[in-house]
């Protein structure tokens, strides 16, 4: 267990290996966002292919929401970009599994190709008629659900080898 940098140079090399609050805040909004999307997105999907059927839709409330969330994660997300991009967030410090660390970069950034390709292509899908992206919007939830998957499991095996990485998302760096 560390201890909190006390000194200058102590809180410099800290915070190359911690998130920022805001950095925090925009990963734990996006968690809550995605699952509430994920849950929608079966509603959206009733009332896509309720749309395409030509059949009358009751319900729009599902397909309203999603797309409304679909926009903010997309905002959020082009945001925690350029957070990462003025902000990078190396290895954390002492970490024993380098191969861990480096498939845990490859899922980081798989997720800002999946959670920012999604929008667009959702919205290709239901403003423009397109099955083929509606069918890749379908796939690519798949896909995101395999990556949160990884991510937590990649996490949780960390703290278990000994190195709690967790605490670099749950508790800003000083000064940060």
Do not use: C
């Not at 909004?29 to 009332?47: P, S």
């Not at 190709?113 to 690519?140: D, N, Q």
């Not at 991510?151 to 800003?172: C, D, F, K």
């Amino acid at each position: 267990m560390t201890t909190t940098p006390t000194t200058p140079s102590e809180r410099a090399a800290h915070a190359r290996h911690g998130y920022s609050s805001y950095q925090i805040t925009l990963h734990w909004t996006i968690v809550v966002l995605v699952a509430v999307q994920w849950l929608m997105g079966f509603g959206m999907e009733r009332v896509y292919d309720a749309v395409e059927n030509n059949e009358a839709v009751s319900q729009w409330g599902p397909a309203f929401i999603h797309i409304v969330l679909g926009i903010t994660i997309f905002l959020i997300m082009v945001a925690r970009l350029m957070a990462r991009i003025n902000r990078p967030v190396q290895t954390a410090a002492g970490t024993k599994h380098h191969l861990l660390a480096m498939l845990g970069k490859i899922n980081h950034w798989a997720f800002y190709v999946v959670l920012l390709a999604m929008p667009p292509v959702g919205a290709l899908a239901w403003f423009g008629g397109s099955e083929a992206a509606a069918g890749i919007h379908s796939l690519t939830a798949w896909l995101l659900l395999i990556l949160i998957v990884l991510h937590v499991g990649g996490a949780l095996l960390h703290l278990v080898l000994g190195e709690n990485i967790i605490r670099r998302i749950v508790r800003p760096t000083p000064g940060n």
